[in-house]
């Protein structure tokens, strides 16, 4: 058996997912689940940064809820998404954020 590296629980009779999204982050394909939130993936996933400051510190999940604006993301090109209020969608493409732009 290989160990899975999502962070998610396995699944049993107590917890059921929405239907399955394929969706891009910085280029490597994720299998989301409606009804995640862009944050909920990289937690799952155990990415971390989610973008840096423009000095360079990485920057992820804090508040959770769109006030601290820590989780800014790329999602399909519009840079500076609040990636804890934004549901992920089939083939979304998300990159981190450098800065005020996307990482390049």
Do not use: H, Y
């Amino acid at each position: 058996m290989t160990q899975s590296t999502s962070g998610r629980l396995p699944l049993d009779a107590n917890i059921a997912r929405g239907k399955k999204l394929n969706v891009e982050v910085n280029g490597n394909l994720f299998t989301a689940f409606e009804g995640e939130t862009v944050a909920a993936l990289f937690a799952a996933e155990n990415l971390s940064a989610m973008r840096t400051t423009q000095d360079g510190e990485p920057r992820g999940m804090f508040c959770g809820m769109g006030v601290c604006f820590d989780c800014l993301v790329v999602i399909n090109n519009i840079p500076n998404t609040r990636a804890c209020m934004t549901w992920v969608q089939e083939g979304m493409k998300i990159s981190t954020q450098s800065g005020l732009t996307a990482s390049q």
